[in-house]
């Protein structure tokens, strides 16, 4: 009885171990199983992870261009893998966050914010620009000139001639820009300009309603310029940007003394008109300003002011009496400058802005060799415009600025209409 229960133990000992060897077998198989699926899965997952974050940055460098941060392409298609043995590279962990999103260090200016730093030159690219536009002004004048005396205080005797003269100007500039750092830019310009002009006049040989009409023009290169724009100050939530310029321009264009003024033949001596039409001023100019600009979100303001200085030069001739050659000095008057307006964006491509600009400059002075100082009646001014404009980007190098101005005073072109095209390289 004993051995009989002594050996049922035993079997069913030999049973249990069975089965239990068997079982710890199928969890061990289970475990490596689930292990292997769960490496699988996970490796499908941080594949489909980098994918979509690849396909996420490809449709923003669609949709906003200027506002991505353009990555190699290798770092883009590169896969972030989470096993701890694997290094990710420094360019993957700046440019990434859990999300899979990019990180955007430094947001880029917005497209107005372009137009704004470029209407006053100094837009802080680190690229070179090149930029050709093309202005076309027109002025309409008339003087009443009378000659003669006022009888019995209501009756004039003498002659009455209304001059009337139409200047059109169409300049072409070719401005190139380059950007050593995020606060200092130089640039250059090149004006070629053509002028005419067209010269009437009334009262020809006395009668009242004979006109004689003159007209002259001609082109030549302008006054070539060249300046340089500091950032003093970076716009914070509180304080606007606030950028330096100097700027020398030299009188490489015709300047207007000595230009003989000649009777029109045929008029009876109402009509003089010059032989030809200056393209430039003839003297060195120093000028200097601030630019202020401020993003008030959705516009942007900004704000200028500006002195210019003209050095006194001397000349061959500066009389406009045909028979006459007389050597003398020219003091241009200096000018001040001032203006302001705001732009804002439509979308991701176009902008539009608003400004007023007014120009006020001194009188001018002559000397005639030996002789002192003489000032110039009616050669001071004050030129104010009122400028509407619109930029668009073509491209992601490439945009087009077109604006119009129009004059609110009498010494400013009563119309001025320009379209520039700058490229960045």
């Not at 139409?166 to 070719?174: A, G, H, L, P």
């Amino acid at each position: 009885m004993k051995n009989n229960l002594f050996n049922l133990s035993l079997m069913s000992f030999a049973i249990a171990g069975c089965f239990t060897s068997n079982v710890w077998a199928d969890g061990t198989q289970d475990v490596a199983q689930l292990k292997q699926q769960l490496g699988e899965l996970n490796n499908r997952y941080e594949a489909q992870s980098a994918a979509l974050q690849a396909l996420s940055k490809r449709l923003q460098q669609l949709e906003n261009p200027q506002q991505v941060q353009a990555r190699p392409m290798h770092a883009v298609n590169k896969t972030v893998v989470a096993d701890d043995n694997t290094q990710s590279s420094d360019e993957e962990k700046q440019s990434t966050q859990g999300s899979g999103e990019p990180v955007i260090k430094e947001a880029p200016a917005s497209r107005s914010a372009e137009a704004v730093y470029r209407e006053q030159n100094a837009l802080f690219n680190k690229t070179f620009t090149l930029e050709t536009g093309l202005t076309y002004s027109h002025s309409d004048r008339r003087q009443l000139t009378l000659e003669g005396f006022l009888a019995l205080d209501s009756i004039f005797l003498g002659n009455i001639n209304l001059d009337h003269i139409k200047s059109d100007v169409v300049q072409f500039d070719v401005t190139g820009r380059y950007g050593i750092t995020d606060r200092l830019q130089f640039d250059f310009n090149a004006p070629f300009i053509y002028r005419t002009s067209t010269y009437e006049s009334g009262g020809v040989n006395n009668a009242s309603t004979v006109l004689a009409e003159h007209d002259v023009s001609n082109s030549s290169l302008g006054d070539v310029s060249a300046g340089a724009y500091y950032r003093l100050f970076p716009e914070t939530p509180s304080s606007p940007d606030v950028v330096w310029n100097v700027r020398v321009k030299a009188p490489t264009g015709k300047d207007p003394y000595g230009i003989k003024f000649r009777v029109v033949p045929g008029t009876g001596g109402n009509l003089s008109a010059p032989d030809e039409l200056p393209t430039g001023n003839g003297v060195w100019t120093l000028s200097t300003g601030f630019t202020f600009v401020k993003t008030i979100d959705p516009a942007i303001l900004f704000a200028n002011v500006g002195y210019a200085h003209n050095f006194t030069h001397g000349f061959d001739d500066i009389s406009g009496v045909p028979t006459n050659k007389i050597a003398g000095e020219v003091d241009l008057g200096d000018s001040y400058q001032l203006g302001g307006g705001l732009a804002f964006a439509l979308n991701d491509r176009m902008s539009m802005s608003m400004s007023y600009a007014h120009r006020f400059a001194d009188k001018s002075r002559i000397k005639q060799k030996g002789q002192s100082w003489q000032t110039i009646v009616g050669s001071d001014s004050s030129s104010g415009s009122l400028n509407f404009g619109v930029t668009y980007a073509m491209s992601d190098r490439l945009s087009m600025v077109t604006s119009v101005g129009m004059g609110v005073t009498p010494d400013a072109p009563d119309v001025t209409v320009g379209v520039k095209f700058p490229y960045n390289f």
